[in-house]
């Protein structure tokens, strides 16, 4: 069988002599959508940043596209097509949104910039409104708006965010999930971290429940909705 486009394949480190991952795997496809979910505590955002190089793994690999990156630092995976969203200061206040897209696209020399914006301008028109305000006078949900629009204009074949609806309200959570569909659609791999575990288990390709910094549960986002354990368990019943 041909290898997923990502793997972080049996992945074991942590931060310090601490593991927090235990021969952890995560994997997406071209053009899929990847969660993890998993309770407080259980190394899902750390996974993640283990596939983007920003911890060291004692045991393990991270490959894309078939080439191991596992010694990597995280700019250089950026160059290979990974962009990162993280969950929190993932925005410049100071600057407009504009000023925020044009710093996403510091790593291109190409000539479609522009065509990219206004790419992004489509998929999110409120920030083609508000493209002259400074990204810090925005709501919640518009800032991780040009959060994943600045990781959009480094033209990623993977894009990786760390909880993209926290502290937003449903309808805006309702918004993102639909933005992030447009984007997989694109061929863009998605691979999310999200602590509304069921929302984005409707929307995945793929989901891993993690516990403890190992896979408990890996399947289809639909037959994890349907487990009974992983519903008794991980989603409310």
Same mark, same amino acid.
């Given at each position: ?35 993890? !979910? ?6 899902? $955002?750390?996974?993640?940043? #283990? ?12 490959? /894309? ?8 630092? =995280? %700019? ?7 962009? &990162? ?22 790593? @291109? $020399?190409?000539?479609?910039? #522009? ?8 998929? &999110? ?11 810090? %006078? ?5 800032? %991780?708006?040009? #959060? !994943? ?6 033209? =990623?074949?993977? /894009? ?5 609806? #926290? ?8 918004? /993102?999930?639909? @933005? ?29 429940? /993690?516990v403890q910094g190992s896979n408990r549960f890996t399947d289809t986002g639909k037959a994890l909705l349907a487990d009974p354990e992983v519903r008794k368990s991980f989603l409310g019943g």
């Open positions: 069988m041909a290898e997923p486009f990502l793997i972080g394949e049996a992945m074991t480190g942590g931060y310090g002599p601490v593991d927090i991952l235990h021969s952890c795997t995560i994997a997406v496809e071209k053009g899929e959508i990847a969660v993890i !979910v998993g309770p407080n505590g259980a190394g899902k $955002s750390t996974a993640m940043k #283990a596939v983007f190089g920003m911890l060291n793994l004692r045991q393990g690999a991270v490959r /894309l596209g078939g080439e191991d990156i596992t010694k990597l630092s =995280p %700019q250089a995976r950026v160059r290979k097509g990974m962009g &990162f969203v993280p969950q929190t200061s993932n925005i410049f206040t100071s600057m407009t949104v504009e000023e925020n897209l044009e710093m996403g696209a510091f790593i @291109r $020399s190409d000539d479609t910039i #522009a065509q990219t914006m206004e790419q992004v301008y489509d998929l &999110f028109p409120i920030l083609r409104e508000k493209r002259h305000q400074p990204a810090g %006078q925005l709501s919640g949900g518009q800032r %991780q708006q040009v #959060a !994943v629009g600045r990781a959009l204009m480094t033209q =990623p074949r993977v /894009l990786m965010l760390d909880e993209p609806t #926290a502290g937003v309200s449903p309808i805006v959570m309702d918004e /993102l999930f639909d @933005r992030i569909i447009e984007i997989a659609r694109t061929g863009i791999s998605i691979l999310m971290v999200e602590q509304n575990a069921r929302q984005a288990l409707e929307i995945a390709d793929k989901g891993y429940v /993690l």
